[in-house]
T-cell receptor, first 117, second 113 residues
Framework: NAGVTQTPKFRVLKTGQSMTLLCAQDMNHEYMYWYRQDPGMGLRLIHYSVGEGTTAKGEVPDGYNVSRLKKQNFLLGLESAAPSQTSVYFC????????????????FGNGTRLTVT | DAKTTQPPSMDCAEGRAANLPCNHSTISGNEYVYWYRQIHSQGPQYIIHGLKNNETNEMASLIITEDRKSSTLILPHATLRDTAVYYCIVRVARGSTLGRLYFGRGTQLTVWP
């Protein structure tokens, strides 16, 4: 049981380049999330998904796109990277927000450190 | 979600209990208190959560005051590996707000030998 796995762990991009961050979870969680963490800012929600084939915007969605084609995977895309997107990106997953497991915690991956020059 | 207030830093001797306070004076009746920690360069790790009653698991204990306006996370026998930033989060457990966690700045706990 690996939990939440993020790839790659590190990446350096030039301004304008594109890339996709992959998140995979093996806990059969319905909900998945992408956060970014910047110094002094805490974690901010970028996009999230409440099930296969569904996505929704979080607090800071601009410049990012996501897809949830399979329940276990949640992809975060940067179409045209900007220096402001230099950050540490965390993926998380959880059970649904309703029902008997509605107060279940989030499980996080170990992050992708992205630098845009 | 209610905001929380935590001291920016604390330290503790190895083997002693670490008591981390959190104020959440605007907490609503249906909001849970969650604690996470983040060890340097890793993702946040869930520790414990509670609503009204005190809770204990293999990692820690959570003490919530009767008025629910504050809580304390207790690590009973701190080790060097417990050095991390600890986040106290208050949020509604159900509904679409799940996942929209406000982590704030947390408390940097340093455990010294």
């Amino acid at each position: 049981n690996a939990g939440v796995t993020q790839t790659p762990k590190f990446r350096v991009l030039k301004t304008g380049q594109s890339m996709t961050l992959l998140c995979a979870q093996d806990m059969n969680h319905e909900y998945m999330y992408w956060y970014r963490q910047d110094p002094g800012m805490g974690l901010r929600l970028i996009h999230y998904s409440v099930g296969e084939g569904t996505t929704a915007k979080g607090e800071v969605p601009d410049g990012y796109n996501v897809s949830r084609l399979k329940k276990q995977n949640f992809l975060l895309g940067l179409e045209s990277a900007a220096p402001s997107q230099t950050s540490v990106y965390f993926c998380a997953s959880s059970y649904p927000g309703t029902g008997v497991r509605s107060n279940s915690p989030l499980h996080f991956g170990n992050g992708t450190r992205l630098t845009v020059t | 979600d209610a905001k929380t207030t935590q001291p920016p830093s604390m330290d503790c001797a190895e083997g002693r209990a670490a008591n981390l306070p959190c104020n959440h004076s605007t907490i609503s009746g249906n909001e849970y208190v969650y604690w996470y920690r983040q060890i340097h360069s890793q993702g946040p790790q869930y520790i414990i959560h509670g609503l009204k009653n005190n809770e204990t698991n293999e990692m820690a204990s959570l003490i919530i005051t009767e008025d629910r306006k504050s809580s304390t996370l207790i690590l009973p026998h701190a080790t060097l590996r417990d050095t991390a930033v600890y986040y106290c989060i208050v949020r509604v457990a159900r509904g679409s707000t799940l996942g929209r966690l406000y982590f704030g700045r947390g408390t940097q706990l340093t455990v010294w030998p």
